[in-house]
């Protein structure tokens, strides 16, 4: 091979043009890289970021979901207790109130048998002395006859 003046300017200008490319080619095209790789870099940083802030809202919602189930149930349990409690206060009422109507009526019952007995006595009175008379054919003192009739009466 010979090496003549062709070769030399083509490696002159070989070389000028490698020269002219990392000078002026070449620092735009790295500086495009490196601005890429950055955005690159600080948008996979911005997904872990996204994706623990995603992960913590997460354990945030369960963590208040917990709680609202935990708030629905303990409201749940006082409103049962406080309607077992209505209920057995009304029982109670009812009870007391029952009791209340027992008594009454016995009472009731009691006088209404005092009563009876009095009219009993008034009327057995009245037919002693209707019976004595017709006995004895004859008017009997009727102020002696009562005082009588009223011992008889309570000795009954």
């Not at 955005?39 to 609202?68: F, M, P, V, Y």
Request: with cysteine.
């Amino acid at each position: 091979m010979n090496i003549n003046m062709t070769l030399i300017g083509q490696m002159i200008a070989f070389a000028i043009f490698v020269w002219f490319c990392m000078k002026y080619v070449w620092p735009p095209i790295t500086q495009a890289l490196t601005e890429r790789q950055q955005r690159i870099q600080d948008g996979l940083e911005e997904a872990d970021r996204a994706r623990a802030e995603l992960h913590k809202a997460n354990e945030q919602a369960e963590e208040t979901l917990r709680e609202s189930r935990e708030e629905a149930a303990r409201i749940l349990d006082n409103t049962r207790a406080r309607a077992n409690q209505m209920i057995e206060e009304a029982r109670n009422d009812a009870r007391a109130e029952g009791e209340r109507m027992i008594a009454n009526a016995r009472s009731e019952i009691d006088s209404e048998i005092q009563q009876a007995k009095s009219e009993l006595r008034a009327q057995v009175a009245t037919l002693a002395i209707q019976g004595a008379e017709r006995i004895l054919e004859s008017s009997i003192d009727e102020k002696k006859h009562r005082e009588m009739v009223d011992r008889l009466a309570e000795e009954l």
